[in-house]
């Protein structure tokens, strides 16, 4: 499915991490992001609807990032859908932080971290 040498032959943009770096921080925030769901699941309060649909929505968006770009080789639909990540993950701090704020908060990383992986898929939209 991954296609190591049509990523490894692509241009990096600046300030790229090396390839050894990506799956401890997904470990990671994958962690972050389950707890935070749970803990604003289990939080008694009313309308959390918005909350959970921001969530599906912001996860769908990162499934569906690395088949576009690795496997599908699209490098511009996957900005388009890292800008709607981006977006998802935003409204889903903001609501998760309204109802439990611990769980806003633990999603802060990983709000960074898409930003920063938005960069670099500016970077290699730009350079390739």
Do not use: H
């Amino acid at each position: 499915m991954f296609n190591s040498i049509w990523y490894e032959n692509l241009i990096r943009p600046p300030f790229s991490p090396p390839n050894q770096i990506f799956m401890p921080a997904w470990t990671f925030l994958y962690i972050t992001i389950i707890i935070a769901f749970i803990l604003y699941s289990f939080k008694n309060a009313e309308n959390k609807k918005s909350g959970y649909i921001f969530f599906f929505i912001q996860i769908v968006l990162n499934f569906a990032w690395s088949p576009v770009f690795f496997y599908f080789r699209q490098i511009f639909w996957a900005f388009i859908i890292i800008i709607f990540l981006d977006i998802f993950v935003f409204l889903t701090i903001k609501k998760f932080y309204s109802i439990q704020k611990i769980s806003g908060l633990i999603l802060i990383p990983y709000f960074l971290w898409i930003i920063f992986a938005t960069y670099l898929n500016i970077g290699y939209l730009v350079l390739n």
